[in-house]
């Protein structure tokens, strides 16, 4: 048995209405409040409420069927346009592109929702309870698929989006053995009573859902004027399912009822009636969330939610409560200071008392939003409704250039005294590249006749009806991938697309609003229904860990929020770009572990990090000071100077110095050697021995390098 909770139809198809969720402990389905509670005239308010909003919302059908019918290009019925009928009438793909370009650039993939706690002891909890939300929105939600339905409801459909959040539970019925009621016998003693076998629903498996709800099946107010759909009264979905199913799943609904059969579904396209082969054995299902306050006498608290099921053609509803997804809890009354006791001597401070409130769902789970608003119109016209008039201007130019084109076919003119017959017949048939014989000057014999040609303003119409859609639209030929047929410079065009980035940023808010207030929703039931142990990956210094998140890690209180720019989508050289300029900014931090950011560099560039990233990288050694020294030979004599060359690693051992000392003493003696003069033959007397050197000694005391005066004068050497 699937017990589809608030989402009782599954929106977008023919499914089962499900029984109404159990409770998560015990596995017993709750008790329900009997709808015959309800009272005729409360019935018949709720039913009256329904019928005017089904009313109201015939008006917007028509239109929204229009907006779809022109995205797909199909703008003049469902079947297009057959062939020869209206040869004038064309289909232009502007919806179609417009509508894939903008739903793209509001939310190109699935953001990440962020929580941050309002409260110090919450702080610890905000991590996990990040990771496991958008576990959940990504694998059992699959929030993705509804966001992309509900982009196109808002921008081409409808100009609204709605969604229904909601918990899927399946159960199967088990026996379980009760003890019996003991007896007292004649002798005053208790005897046990025999065992019982009652029949449970048990939880076999549960998961959270938020799925798209068609505008055509939903339900609002008519006199609800506001943006913020959080304070419309009430909201309500509508949709089908087998009269078999209603009965098996309300006990209330007679085996012996049959529907009405007097109404089918209608949808936003033409073929929805197609899915339905036999309408007489569906029934249609509404299901309504109200806040209790606004209507019912026996409840006081704006937070209270009940919901409303009622199946057409059964008299009474068949589901009249206050959901079990939200709980309350009772008020807290003030205790006085008291005074000093044996037990307690410096006595008890006061409490201060707070009052009941609900916890869980406090919010309706039907989710709605729009891109803009009109004022005092709580669902506006579509992008498409609303740039309709330049579409059809569009189409009609274009079907002014195909009469032109039909009409202006070349046509030939002969004269018929210049041209016999048989050159004429020949000039009929008009065959490829024939040869047409003639006597004398041709131009006078065969000519052309003068075609009309197109005005050049009507290019220009077309051009203007194209800037009026990018205006509507907040698009223009660049953001939608086409060339630009007017040149402009590279500073004219940054600042158009600087002033359109405007309105797409603020439309975009709008949608990562949506998104936020339902996971918000989404959220409640979790800390409600949330059962057993789930490992998520939770982001830790270094990368991320794998921790596991029990159900009281996700009690607290929570604001929300989105990762900046997590929805848009980053080219990889800009996020190559991105993450060397952050490599940099961060080489001095000491408070940022840059080895994430060196595998997600190598990641960028196409290679394993763990092919080419050391599991354990070598110590850093201290990098040496540069220092620069300058000494002259004599500095060399002073130890000071030679310490210092022994400290920058320049080692000079005895063998070092004597080899020098040698080297030295050889050029100077080869320098002090006489050269023979003029006139004297070589070998004339005994040369003069090379002067003895005399041996170097350092000097006794240490001389500065560097010799001033007492007045600070430099001493020349």
């Given amino acids: 048995m699937i017990d589809q909770g608030l989402d009782p139809l599954a929106p977008g198809g023919v499914a089962a209405l499900a029984a109404p969720p159990p409770p998560a402990a015990p596995a017993v389905a709750p008790m329900r409040r009997d ?17 005017a909003s089904e009313k109201y919302r015939e008006q917007f059908l028509t239109k929204w069927q229009q907006n779809v019918r022109h995205r797909v290009q199909r703008p003049f019925g469902a079947g297009g346009v057959e062939e020869g009928s209206e040869p004038d ?9 417009r509508s894939k370009q903008k739903a793209a650039q509001l939310n190109y993939q699935l953001p990440k929702i962020v929580a941050s706690a309002k409260a110090p002891e919450f702080e610890e909890k905000a991590a996990k309870v990040t990771a496991d939300l958008n576990d959940v929105l990504h694998y059992e939600c699959q929030a993705a698929y509804m966001i992309d339905e509900c982009l196109a409801d808002v921008i081409n459909a409808a100009g609204v989006m709605v969604s229904l959040i909601g918990l899927e539970r399946h159960t199967e019925d088990v026996q379980m053995a009760m003890p019996g009621v003991p007896l007292v016998d004649p002798f005053g003693g208790l005897t046990p009573g025999a065992p019982t076998t009652v029949t449970v629903k048990k939880i076999v498996a549960q998961k959270f859902t938020w799925d798209r709800v068609s505008p055509a099946d939903f339900l609002w107010p008519p006199e609800f004027r506001s943006s913020n759909w959080d304070q419309a009264p009430w909201l ?19 085996p012996e009822f049959e529907g009405t059969g007097s109404r089918r579904p209608r949808g936003l396209t033409d073929d929805i009636e197609q899915l339905y082969v036999d309408a007489t054995q569906y029934v249609r299902v ?3 969330w109200y806040y209790a306050w606004l209507f019912d006498t026996d409840k006081f608290h704006p937070n209270c939610i009940r919901r409303l099921v009622l199946v057409e053609g059964h008299d009474e509803p068949v589901e009249y409560d206050q959901t079990d997804w939200q709980e309350w809890v009772p008020e807290q009354p003030a205790v006085p200071a008291q005074p000093p006791t044996l037990e307690a001597p410096e006595g008890t401070p006061e409490t201060p008392g707070r009052p009941g409130y609900y916890k869980g769902l406090r919010k ?28 059809r201007e569009l189409i009609r130019s274009r079907s002014q250039m195909l009469r032109q084109r039909d009409h202006s076919v070349p046509i030939r003119w002969y004269n ?12 009929k048939r008009g065959e490829y590249q024939d040869i047409v014989p003639v006597n004398g000057d041709g131009s006078r014999m065969i000519g052309e006749v003068a075609r009309a040609t197109y005005p050049r303003e009507s290019f220009q119409f077309q051009t203007i009806i194209g800037a009026d859609l990018d205006r509507s639209w907040s698009l223009s030929n660049n953001q939608l991938g086409t060339q630009t047929p007017n040149e402009r410079s590279a500073t004219e065009a940054k600042i158009v697309q600087s002033a359109g980035q405007v309105r797409l940023d603020y439309e975009k808010g709008r949608t990562n609003r949506f998104l936020v207030e339902g996971a918000e929703v989404l959220f409640s039931l979790m800390q409600k229904f949330r059962a057993g142990t789930k490992y998520v990956r939770v982001p830790k210094l270094g990368g991320e860990e794998l921790q596991p998140v029990e159900p009281a890690d996700l009690l607290g209180e929570f604001l929300w929020d989105i990762v900046a720019d997590s929805s848009d989508r980053v080219d990889l050289q800009t996020r190559q770009t991105n993450t060397l300029k952050l490599y940099n900014l961060t080489a001095n931090s000491k408070s940022v572990d840059r080895s994430q950011l060196e595998r997600e560099l190598i990641q960028l560039h196409g290679h394993d990090p763990n092919k080419l990233i050391r599991k354990e990288p070598p110590e850093d050694k201290p990098e040496a000071p ?38 030295i003493q050889d050029a100077v003696s080869k320098m002090m050697v006489r050269q023979p003069g003029p006139g004297m033959a070589p070998g004339g007397g005994a040369p003069p021995g090379p002067p003895r050197l005399a041996p170097v000694t350092p000097p006794e005391t240490v001389q500065p390098i560097l010799k001033r005066a007492e007045s600070g004068a430099r001493l020349m050497p």
Wanted: glycine share 4%; charged share 20%; net charge negative.
């Fill in 416 to 427: 018929v005294n210049l041209v016999d017959d048989e050159i004429a017949e020949a000039l």
């Fill in 89 to 97: 009438r064309l289909s232009l793909p502007e919806d179609w592109a």
């Fill in 236 to 254: 309500g979905v509508q949709s089908w399912m087998t009269i078999e199913a209603a009965k098996k799943t309300w006990p209330s609904v007679p």
């Fill in 35 to 51: 709808p015959s509670k309800l009272t005729k005239k409360q019935t018949d308010e709720w039913r009256a409420r329904i019928a």
């Fill in 364 to 391: 309706l789970p039907v989710r709605v939003a729009t891109l803009t608003y009109v004022s005092d119109t709580a669902i506006p016209p579509s992008d498409t409704e609303a740039g309709r008039p330049q579409v």
């Fill in 626 to 663: 540069n220092i620069s020294y300058r000494f002259s030979g004599e500095d060399l004599l002073n130890p000071m100077a030679v310490a210092l060359l022994l400290k920058t690693g320049i080692q000079l051992t005895p063998a070092d110095i004597q080899a020098a000392a040698t080297m």
């Fill in 286 to 288: 509404t299901q309504i």
